[in-house]
């Protein structure tokens, strides 16, 4: 079976540890993989990640981030653009979410960023992600 879809892979992924307390997962690693997760963590979504050499694609591993009652950070982590359906947004469409409490994840020309940062260098791109 061939996976469609990987980043929304690396998603549900994310999202099912979090329910099931887990402190870090696995996915298979990429460049886009490893920007996003990237921004999960500058935004405080998640508490660290680190890229495994396994001599064939590389592993990047996640670590979770949990509250003091030990609930998951991230409530909610949606995919917006699939292959079948790619969401692009301009520089004045970028989308908020939960009005500011969250996070919408692009893909632009000058990288992956997040929301405020594609509205501070006033880009838009392809809407990867939302999270809050």
Do not use: F
């Amino acid at each position: 079976m061939s996976m469609t879809d990987p980043m929304a892979d690396m998603l549900t992924r994310i999202r099912n540890a979090g329910m099931a307390s887990h402190t870090k997962l696995d996915v298979p690693s990429s460049n886009v993989k490893v920007a996003v997760a990237t921004v999960l963590k500058d935004l405080g979504y998640i508490k660290n990640i680190k890229t495994i050499n396994d001599n064939k694609q590389g592993i990047l591993r996640i670590y979770l981030k949990y509250d003091d009652n030990q609930e998951p950070i991230i409530h909610e982590i949606k995919r917006i653009s699939t292959p079948g359906r790619r969401v692009y947004v301009g520089k004045d469409e970028v989308p908020r979410v939960k009005n500011g409490l969250g996070a919408s994840i692009l893909s632009t020309s000058k990288g992956v960023l997040d929301d405020v940062a594609a509205r501070k260098v006033q880009v838009g791109g392809e809407v990867i992600c939302t999270v809050w």
